[in-house]
């Protein structure tokens, strides 16, 4: 059922947790962010070369009730304002997401405001709404993540069909662990799109994989593994190596798969109207490439603001409300579900 949003206004506040940033989120109608709070543990875990869960968890507690009164303060409301409390329930770190349940599920029983659990693909895919108000379903949406590489059909709002999956690394942490084998450090997908404007990316032939019978799955296993034996190669052979032209060349291999496995799915499907969502999402290389694609087949193309790409609370706000527009409703028996499939 679509819901109309002519009707009265909606307001919701969102948490997310289910990694290494603390958010809260005022969202009124699923597309007006009134407040978007984060607090981010980058510098933390750099420190370790990619996120630690038991930190992760300890810093979520430490900044979660900090966060929430800040958005509220933001967006000028306060508990009793909202019409529901929206929270992510996986997938995700299920330390990480235990504390934004516990304090969505506290909120709720003390406030009177009904629960709705949200799962943290969807919200990634909702951010399409609040950065481009004239998008409805259906379309196409590509998922790309630090954890997660999808390619998903929207069929209406909170209705979702997966037509593809990784069957091994993400894309998002292909480029984390290339990045910590050229030296770049964490987190790395910024650094290494930032390192690929400077090299060749038709220097070094990477591979592209396929998978038989599943043209819509992904594996970036095999293309982080060809860039640690070339690195390897050379330091055994003593012959230099350009990390610029390295990361360019590992840069369009990915984009170049996910870009030929969205417009394969769109015209087996016949969809005109692509969107791309997730951390990657923010790459310059993606984000071009999937422009060129859709302008070369006149299909329209839309994708969240680079804020909007990582991980924050007015995504699960957006996808919040469409839950809640719905009739999805969780009880205080919620519980956190680190392995939550898109569609349960």
Not at 80 to 102: E, F, K, N, Q
Not at 130 to 137: C, F, G, R, S, W
Not at 258 to 287: F, P
């Amino acid at each position: 059922m679509r819901p109309d949003n002519s009707k009265e206004e909606i307001t919701v506040l969102a948490i997310e947790s289910s990694c290494d940033e603390t958010a809260a989120a005022v969202v009124v109608n699923g597309r007006d962010v009134r407040s978007n709070i984060i607090a981010s543990q980058i510098d933390i875990h750099k420190l370790y070369g990619g996120v630690v869960p038991e930190i992760a968890s300890r810093k979520h507690i430490e900044k979660i009730n900090q966060v929430i009164a800040e958005a509220l303060s933001a967006a000028d409301k306060t508990f009793a304002d909202m019409d529901a409390i929206c929270v992510t329930y996986g997938p995700g770190l299920v330390g990480a997401l235990l504390v934004g349940v516990g304090a969505a599920k506290a909120i709720s029983y003390a406030a009177g405001k009904p629960l709705v659990g949200v799962h943290h693909i969807e919200g990634h895919i909702s951010a399409n709404y609040i950065a481009n108000p004239e998008l409805q379903p259906p379309f196409l949406c590509l998922v790309a993540s630090g954890g997660h590489s999808h390619l998903v059909i929207v069929r209406d709002y909170g209705q979702y069909e997966v037509l593809g999956r990784t069957r091994d690394d993400a894309a998002g942490e292909a480029f984390d662990k290339v990045a910590r084998a050229i030296g770049l450090g964490y987190p790395g997908g910024p650094k290494i799109d930032r390192l690929a404007k400077e090299g060749n990316p038709e220097a070094i032939e990477f591979p592209r994989a396929a998978i038989e019978g599943a043209p819509y799955d992904f594996s970036f296993s095999g293309v982080k593994s060809a860039v640690l034996n070339y690195i390897n190669g050379c330091r055994m052979k003593q012959e230099a190596y350009s990390e610029a032209d390295i990361a360019a060349s590992f840069q369009k291999a990915v984009v170049e798969v996910l870009v030929d496995h969205t417009m394969l799915a769109a015209e087996d499907y016949h969809i005109q109207k692509i969107a791309i969502a997730g951390g990657v999402a923010c790459n310059s290389g993606l984000r071009e490439g999937m422009r060129a694609a859709c302008e070369a087949r006149g299909y329209d193309f839309y994708l969240p603001t680079p804020e909007l790409c990582t991980d924050n609370a007015a995504m699960i706000g957006a996808a919040g409300y469409y839950d809640y527009r719905n009739g999805i409703r969780h009880g205080l028996d919620l519980n956190a579900v680190p392995g939550l499939k898109l569609g349960e």
